[in-house]
């Protein structure tokens, strides 16, 4: 089914699902501008490919679409929670191709909107009329994982603040910050779907692994400038040490990693610089070998799937693999 069009109506087919169960949790209220501050980023779109995960674990575990929904949506708001509050900590005016909540209604009404996410998300769990046990593993799941990103988003910064941070580092911070919510997500998914001991785990390590590709694919595509709607080596202005970086920087020549480190975290590069700075990652092949290792993850993410059964929805997980590899957004 690779790419073609059977896959975009599989994945299309379950975010509009999870659009319209979108529009129907975040329902208008008082103060409106409170409510109408929370709807802003989840009703601006998204590629809603967490949520769309929990559906599908669900459905290849043998569970029906409708037992995922509210966990997905939970997925869903957690995931808009943490943007919220990531865009008012990097100033960011855009997001989804809309202006970000803090420009458009105030920081203190942003973070307020991102707390009513976070506990929306868990609400939508508590009152899902799920067996309680289910209830209680799930809550306990998404408040370890927003511990995480937590704790993700506080290493990020400090994770800025070193000149050569390890590989090993980075993984760490991924991890927390972008993977182990693609973990949840599947295994949330495979959870309510009632999936057996082995197959919660298979798809708990694919969603892992999906996420750590994730993650570095969105690295590649700073740099690709291919990412729609996103200026070319916005990451290198930002100081970002992103895995093409620290690779950069450790294969560099002594002159280039000069070069580079006088580029990264100048927020007025001209293009011009950051040219240079870009062709230097090509030519320690850092970019190139950042994309095997986004290949190799995702490969190791769909060998997780071998013991679940063959289905469509198993089909569009394996898709989703290559789909996240040829990503432009
Ligand atoms: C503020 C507690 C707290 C945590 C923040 C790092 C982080 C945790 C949040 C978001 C910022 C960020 C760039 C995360 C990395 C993962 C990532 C690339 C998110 C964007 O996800 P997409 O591309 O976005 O799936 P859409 O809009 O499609 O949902």
Redesign the pocket.
């Known amino acids: 089914m690779a790419m073609n069009k059977e896959f975009d109506r599989e994945l299309k087919k379950r975010a509009t699902l999870i659009n319209q169960e979108l529009e129907k949790t975040l329902v208008i209220g008082e103060p409106k501008q409170l409510l109408d501050a929370v709807r802003w980023l989840p009703l601006a779109?998204?590629?809603?490919?967490?949520p769309v995960l929990s559906l599908l674990a669900c459905e290849a575990v043998g569970g029906r679409v409708s037992d995922a929904i509210p966990f997905a949506i939970a997925i869903?708001l957690l995931?808009?929670?943490?943007?919220?509050?990531?865009?008012i900590?990097?100033r960011a005016p855009e997001?989804?191709g809309v202006q970000t909540v803090h420009l458009r209604y105030g920081e203190p009404t942003a973070i307020l909107a991102?707390d009513a996410l976070l506990a929306k998300s868990i609400e939508v769990v508590a009152r899902s009329g799920m067996p309680p046990k289910i209830i209680a593993q799930l809550t306990y799941k998404l408040a370890k994982v927003?511990g995480s990103?937590?704790k993700?988003?506080e290493m990020?910064i400090e994770f800025e603040r070193k000149t050569e941070p390890s590989l090993e580092e980075y993984f760490g911070l991924?991890r927390r910050?972008?993977a182990t919510?693609f973990q949840l997500a599947c295994e949330g998914g495979a959870l309510v779907g009632n999936a057996s001991p082995k197959a919660l785990e298979s798809l708990s390590n694919y969603g892992l692994n999906l996420g750590l590709s994730?993650?570095i694919i969105?690295d590649c595509l700073d740099v690709s400038g291919d990412k729609t709607g996103k200026a070319k080596g916005e990451d290198i202005r930002g100081g970002q040490k992103t895995i093409i970086i620290i690779h950069a920087l450790q294969n560099a020549s002594a002159r280039d990693k000069v070069k580079l480190l006088k580029v990264l975290g100048r927020k007025n590069a001209s293009q011009k610089e950051i040219d240079t700075a870009i062709s230097i990652l090509k030519n320690t092949g850092s970019i190139d070998w950042a994309f095997k290792l986004a290949r190799e993850k995702i490969e190791k993410a769909m060998g997780f799937l071998d013991g679940v059964p063959q289905s469509t929805p198993k089909k569009v997980l394996i898709d989703l693999g290559h789909f996240i590899l040829k990503r432009k957004?």
């Open positions: 779109g998204g590629k809603r490919l967490r869903e995931h808009n929670f943490s943007l919220v509050h990531d865009d900590m990097d997001r989804r991102g927003t990103l937590c993700g988003q990020g991924i910050k972008t919510l994730f993650q969105d957004y």
